[in-house]
């Protein structure tokens, strides 16, 4: 081997290395995991001792969210993997982040950078749609009379965040009215007709991203319900 061969091979050995170290591995995305729970905590924490509800109960129920592949697991023998649980947990961190009151200004992130709020419903949304897609596809394998070809997979999954999408959208609009009618602090807070419009829009790409890249990445989820609906008749 010329010289000139063992130098390109020893670049090529240490590029790979390279990528292997910078590869995000289970370890690592549970450690971030781990890392994103407490970072949510501190907003809780930091949400209580200023006395902002808001900030207090967006982060304590996302905190709580991020524990429910935990309870899946636990309860009915689900197993998210890692990348999954990191998906869930970063849209919560990310919400719960946007809700607090950036230091010496009167201003969070939701309300100052107009970009948050458009990122945040596409990931929760995202959430949503794979939620309701790995339910159809266990539905599907579960039940020989449920055929749902992939077209109208695609459109039951985007007619489905759209409408959770309004209807969280009324969520936030009666929340409001109801805190202003009792004088308690916002929990959700709605900035008039065009940011209701935007956070639709951004929900239906959230929906797309899933109904169009999700089978492979939610087929082992939609396979373990599909196990436990099977099991759980078998029992009767």
């Known amino acids: 081997m010329s010289a000139g061969e063992r130098t390109r091979v020893q670049d090529t050995q240490s590029q790979e290395s390279v990528a292997s170290n910078r590869r995000l591995t289970p370890g690592r995305e549970r450690a971030l995991v781990r890392a994103l729970q407490v970072a949510i905590g501190v907003v809780f924490a930091a949400g209580i001792l200023a006395g902002n509800g808001g900030v207090a109960v967006n982060a304590g129920v996302g905190l709580l969210v991020t524990f429910l592949p935990n309870l899946l697991s636990r309860r009915f023998a689900v197993t998210l993997n890692v990348g999954l649980v990191l998906w869930i947990t970063t849209a919560m961190f990310l919400h719960a982040l946007g809700t607090l009151p950036i230091p010496g200004l009167d201003v969070s992130l939701y309300s100052g950078t107009w970009w948050w ?25 579960y039940s020989a009379a449920v055929r749902l070809p992939p077209r109208f997979m695609f459109v039951t999954i985007l007619l489905f965040v759209m409408a959770f999408g309004v209807v969280w959208e009324l969520v936030e609009f009666y929340i409001g009215v109801s805190a202003q009618l009792l004088g308690t602090g916002d929990v959700l807070t709605q900035y008039g007709l065009d940011d209701t419009v935007f956070d639709l829009f951004y929900n239906t790409l959230g929906g797309l991203v899933v109904a169009t890249f999700g089978a492979s990445r939610l087929a082992g989820v939609s396979d373990q319900l599909a196990d436990r609906m099977t099991d759980r008749v078998a029992s009767r």
């Open 117 to 141: 709020d458009h990122l945040t419903h596409a990931m929760s949304s995202s959430l949503v749609a794979g939620a309701a897609f790995a339910t159809l596809l266990a539905l599907q394998q």
